[in-house]
């Protein structure tokens, strides 16, 4: 069946720098993907709309210039955390959808110390 | 906001069914009733949709009223393996294939 990657799969790093988190339909292309956070023993969040082509669409209250989203092409797409902070530490999960279902990348565990 | 709600925590014992309710009341006609379940630290799976009639999958069964206004997911026997996160969400039959997640029921199997 169809699959979701996400790199890496868990990254540390310190407070102030960025991070860029991949996401990418291995058998498939996605003119859409979508980026969410998930804290802990919380559900997911969504954050954007991730279109090819042309700029994300942000869910009310997620800052845009924070949360840099890039698809670059039909397979791929990419969140940069920029100047990340502690409380931005989660869980961040992508999806693609292809035909009735949504596919989930196994997720990103970012930890910002 | 989620356009669903479901109990936060249910119980089942291995080898019962689990019957996992949904309430959806504000769902509009061409909404979709999708089903999906999270294994800690895992991104969630899909496990059955519908519209209006009753579904059946080699995972699940899915009981939609006739209003439409819930749903109930069944696990026909719960395994160990079941034990996970399931998420009921509404989806328009067109156009956008957003989300939006409720908070979901912690389904735990018991041996």
């Known amino acids: 069946g169809a699959v979701v990657s996400q790199h890496p799969s868990w990254v540390i790093c310190k407070s102030g720098t960025s991070v860029k988190i991949e996401c990418r339909s291995l058998d498939f292309q996605a003119t859409t993907m979508f980026w969410y956070r998930q804290f802990p023993k919380q559900s997911l969040m969504l954050m954007a709309t991730s279109n090819e082509g042309s700029k994300a669409t942000y869910e009310q209250g997620v800052e845009k210039d924070k949360f840099l989203i890039n698809h670059a092409s039909l397979t791929l797409s990419t969140l940069t955390v920029t100047s990340a902070h502690p409380e931005d530490s989660s869980f961040y999960i992508c999806s693609a959808p292809r035909g009735f279902e949504q596919y989930f990348g196994p997720g990103t565990r970012l930890t910002v110390t | 906001d989620a356009k669903t709600t479901q109990p936060p925590s249910m119980d089942c014992a291995e080898g019962r069914a689990a019957n996992l309710p949904c309430n959806h009341s504000?769902?509009?006609?061409?909404?979709?009733v999708y089903w999906y379940r999270q294994i800690h630290s895992q991104g969630p799976q899909y496990i059955i949709h519908g519209l209006k009639n009753n579904e059946t999958n080699e995972m699940a069964s899915l009981i939609i009223t006739e209003d439409r206004k819930s749903s109930t997911l069944i696990l026909p026997h719960a395994t160990l393996r079941d034990t996970a996160v399931y998420y009921c969400i509404v989806r328009v039959t067109s156009g956008t294939y957003k989300y939006i997640f409720g908070t979901g029921t912690r389904l735990k199997v018991l041996a």
């Open positions: 504000t769902i509009s006609g061409n909404e979709y």
